[in-house]
């Protein structure tokens, strides 16, 4: 149960981050992939920083794994324009 409720998180993650780069999306699997990634990096990046969200833990989860979907997009952007 405790995987599916982490590829949910992941999945809409992924999803709210691709809405808000205003990009169409990957699909389900690259949505997950997509907000998989970013929670590892948003959590890197906000333990790095010293940040902490202090709301309950799924809306922490959520906002972590959001936050570091929209830098993983933003530099894949960066990537592509420069290629």
């Given at each position: 149960?405790?995987?599916?409720?982490?590829?949910?998180?992941?999945?809409?993650?992924?999803?709210?981050?691709?809405?808000?780069?205003?990009?169409?999306?990957?699909?389900?699997?690259?949505?997950?992939?997509?907000?998989?990634?970013?929670?590892?990096?948003?959590?890197?990046?906000?333990?790095?920083?010293?940040?902490?969200?202090?709301?309950?833990?799924?809306?922490?989860?959520?906002?972590?794994?959001?936050?570091?979907?929209?830098v993983l997009l933003f530099l894949a952007?960066?990537?592509?324009?420069?290629?």
């Open positions: 149960m405790e995987f599916l409720y982490f590829l949910a998180i992941g999945a809409a993650a992924g999803w709210i981050a691709g809405q808000l780069m205003k990009g169409r999306g990957f699909g389900m699997l690259g949505n997950i992939v997509v907000g998989i990634i970013g929670a590892y990096l948003g959590g890197f990046l906000l333990g790095e920083l010293g940040v902490s969200i202090g709301a309950s833990e799924l809306v922490n989860q959520l906002v972590t794994a959001v936050l570091g979907a929209v952007g960066l990537i592509r324009k420069g290629s």
